[in-house]
């Protein structure tokens, strides 16, 4: 990694830390459209005003946008999903070894 990709990533670290941020784009990976009633649903308890201010920063950064049937991602935010998908997969593994770890062994 280059120095000049440094800041690119902390900015998108910065935006998919925010709460809820990732539930958000994972809800809507299956690229049907949800209203913002259905997006909220699909999260889980994330109250209008967080989901409101989560959506505007992510149509903000280019990753959601709003059509004529509700909230999808943009190529982009599909881009970003698809990079993504690996992480359950490692979050299986990485736990599991984690819990074999006797406890202070860090």
């Known amino acids: 990694m280059s120095p000049k990709d ?5 900015q998108l670290f910065d ?15 299956d690229e049907h459209a949800q209203t913002f009633r ?3 649903d699909s999260v889980g308890g994330i ?4 989901l409101n201010t989560r959506i505007k920063e992510l149509r903000a950064a280019g990753l959601l ?4 049937s509700g909230y999808l991602v943009t190529e982009s935010g599909k881009d970003l999903l698809r ?10 593994k990485w736990a599991a070894s984690r819990a074999k ?5 860090d």
């Open 6 to 10: 440094v800041p690119a990533i902390s």
């Open 15 to 29: 935006l998919l830390g925010s709460r809820y941020a990732l539930r958000v784009l994972w809800a809507l990976r």
């Open 38 to 40: 259905l997006l909220q």
């Open 47 to 50: 109250t209008p005003n967080t």
């Open 65 to 68: 946008d709003h059509g004529p």
């Open 83 to 92: 990079r993504l998908n690996e992480l359950p997969a490692f979050a299986s």
């Open 101 to 105: 770890k006797p406890a202070g062994a």
